[in-house]
C-alpha cells in the first residue's frame, strides 16, 4: 500500500481512537482501515496500537511516530497546495478547539459558515475548559483566552474580555451593593469550578494602576460546575458570581444582571486565534482563521 495512505489512516485511527470512527472519517470500510494499520505496523516492524474492545491508543513507539507523520502529511498538503496554487478551493479535514461556553456561543457559528462556503471541508470542534497542546492532540486551529505563554504556536488577537462580577437587580435590592472587594464577605457566592479564572478572586485598585491588589478568598454559598448555572443562579436571584463579560452579555443588555465592582475589576484579557503552522499556512486553516477573525472583531461583546 501506498506509504502516505497508510500514514494517513495511522492518523485517523490515533486522532478518532477507534477503527469505526476513523472508516467515518475517511470514508472507509473499518476492515480495510484494519488491513491499513497491519500493513503500516508489518512494515516497520513495531506496534503502533494498543487495542482492546473498548478504546485503542497509540503505544510509545505510535505517539513518536504520530507526531512524525502529522508534520510529514502537513508538509504533503503544502506542497500540494503551492503547486494547485494560492487560490485553490479549501478542503480537507479541519480540527477546532476553544473553551466550551466560547465555543458554543462564538465559534459554532464561524463553523456553519465556514462549512456552508467550502462544501469540500470537514470540520471537528474540541470544546475543553482547559489549555489543549494543538501540536499532541492533533488540533489545527485554537481560540484562546488570556495571556499567551511562550510558544511556536502563531497567533492572532481578535478581541477582548473583562472579568465581571454579575447579580440581579434583585439580589442587589434585598442585599445591596458592595463598594469594595473586602465586602464582598458579607453577601452570597456563586462559584464556578469549570471556570479557568483563579479560585482567589483578584482585584485593581481603583486608582487607575494595573496593580492587583491581596487576593480576596470567599466562601460560596453555591458551588457548581458550569458558568451557565452559576450565571443562571445569580438571574434567579441568589447571589453575586464572577464571569467573563462575553458569557452573559445577553442577560446584561437585558437588564437580568448588573455589573458589580467595576472600577475594581481586573485588565481585560485578550483573544486570540492560534494555530501550529508556519507562514505557508495550509488553505483550510487560512481561510478558517480569516473567516472567523472577521466574525469575531466585528462583535461588540468582544471588544
Given at each position: 500500500?501506498?506509504?502516505?495512505?497508510?500514514?494517513?489512516?495511522?492518523?485517523?485511527?490515533a486522532e478518532e481512537q477507534?477503527?469505526?470512527?476513523?472508516?467515518?472519517?475517511?470514508?472507509?470500510?473499518?476492515?480495510?482501515?484494519?488491513?491499513?494499520?497491519?500493513?503500516?505496523?508489518?512494515?516497520?516492524?513495531?506496534?503502533?496500537?494498543?487495542?482492546?474492545?473498548?478504546?485503542?491508543?497509540?503505544?510509545?513507539?505510535?505517539?513518536?511516530?504520530?507526531?512524525?507523520?502529522?508534520?510529514?502529511?502537513?508538509?504533503?498538503?503544502?506542497?500540494?497546495?503551492?503547486?494547485?496554487?494560492?487560490?485553490?478551493?479549501?478542503?480537507?479535514?479541519?480540527?477546532?478547539?476553544?473553551?466550551v461556553m466560547f465555543g458554543?456561543?462564538?465559534?459554532?457559528?464561524?463553523?456553519?459558515?465556514?462549512?456552508?462556503?467550502?462544501?469540500?471541508?470537514?470540520?471537528?470542534?474540541?470544546?475543553?475548559?482547559?489549555?489543549?497542546?494543538?501540536?499532541?492532540?492533533?488540533?489545527?486551529?485554537?481560540?484562546?483566552?488570556?495571556?499567551?505563554?511562550?510558544?511556536?504556536?502563531?497567533?492572532?488577537?481578535?478581541?477582548?474580555?473583562?472579568?465581571?462580577?454579575?447579580?440581579?437587580?434583585?439580589?442587589?435590592?434585598?442585599?445591596?451593593?458592595?463598594?469594595?472587594?473586602?465586602?464582598?464577605?458579607?453577601?452570597?457566592?456563586?462559584?464556578?469550578?469549570?471556570?479557568?479564572?483563579?479560585?482567589?478572586?483578584?482585584?485593581?485598585?481603583?486608582?487607575?494602576?494595573?496593580?492587583?491588589?491581596?487576593?480576596?478568598?470567599?466562601?460560596?454559598?453555591?458551588?457548581?460546575?458550569?458558568?451557565?448555572?452559576?450565571?443562571?443562579?445569580?438571574?434567579?436571584?441568589?447571589?453575586?458570581?464572577?464571569?467573563?463579560?462575553?458569557?452573559?452579555?445577553?442577560?446584561?443588555?437585558?437588564?437580568?444582571?448588573?455589573?458589580?465592582?467595576?472600577?475594581?475589576?481586573?485588565?481585560?484579557?485578550?483573544?486570540?486565534?492560534?494555530?501550529?503552522?508556519?507562514?505557508?499556512?495550509?488553505?483550510?486553516?487560512?481561510?478558517?482563521?480569516?473567516?472567523?477573525?472577521?466574525?469575531?472583531?466585528?462583535?461588540?461583546?468582544?471588544?
Amino acid at each position: 500500500m501506498d506509504r502516505l495512505h497508510l500514514m494517513t489512516v495511522f492518523v485517523a485511527v490515533a486522532e478518532e481512537q477507534g477503527f469505526a470512527a476513523a472508516a467515518r472519517r475517511l470514508a472507509m470500510s473499518p476492515p480495510a482501515v484494519t488491513r491499513a494499520i497491519s500493513a503500516l505496523e508489518e512494515r516497520l516492524a513495531v506496534k503502533l496500537l494498543n487495542r482492546t474492545t473498548r478504546f485503542v491508543r497509540a503505544t510509545e513507539a505510535g505517539l513518536r511516530y504520530l507526531e512524525d507523520a502529522r508534520k510529514i502529511l502537513h508538509d504533503v498538503d503544502v506542497a500540494d497546495e503551492a503547486a494547485a496554487g494560492i487560490n485553490a478551493e479549501p478542503q480537507g479535514h479541519l480540527t477546532v478547539t476553544a473553551p466550551v461556553m466560547f465555543g458554543q456561543l462564538h465559534v459554532i457559528p464561524g463553523v456553519v459558515d465556514y462549512l456552508n462556503q467550502f462544501p469540500k471541508t470537514q470540520v471537528n470542534t474540541v470544546f475543553l475548559d482547559r489549555v489543549v497542546n494543538l501540536l499532541e492532540e492533533g488540533i489545527d486551529v485554537g481560540v484562546r483566552i488570556g495571556e499567551l505563554p511562550d510558544s511556536s504556536m502563531r497567533a492572532l488577537k481578535v478581541g477582548q474580555v473583562r472579568t465581571i462580577l454579575v447579580a440581579s437587580p434583585e439580589y442587589i435590592n434585598r442585599k445591596g451593593i458592595p463598594n469594595h472587594p473586602e465586602e464582598l464577605r458579607k453577601h452570597d457566592i456563586i462559584a464556578s469550578n469549570s471556570s479557568s479564572l483563579v479560585s482567589n478572586w483578584q482585584f485593581r485598585s481603583n486608582d487607575n494602576t494595573k496593580q492587583l491588589n491581596q487576593a480576596v478568598r470567599l466562601n460560596a454559598r453555591l458551588n457548581v460546575n458550569s458558568n451557565l448555572s452559576a450565571i443562571e443562579a445569580a438571574i434567579q436571584g441568589f447571589g453575586i458570581t464572577r464571569i467573563l463579560s462575553y458569557q452573559a452579555s445577553k442577560q446584561l443588555q437585558s437588564g437580568q444582571l448588573k455589573i458589580l465592582l467595576e472600577n475594581f475589576e481586573p485588565e481585560p484579557l485578550p483573544i486570540n486565534i492560534v494555530h501550529r503552522e508556519g507562514r505557508l499556512a495550509t488553505t483550510k486553516v487560512r481561510a478558517f482563521i480569516d473567516l472567523m477573525a472577521d466574525k469575531l472583531r466585528s462583535n461588540r461583546s468582544l471588544n
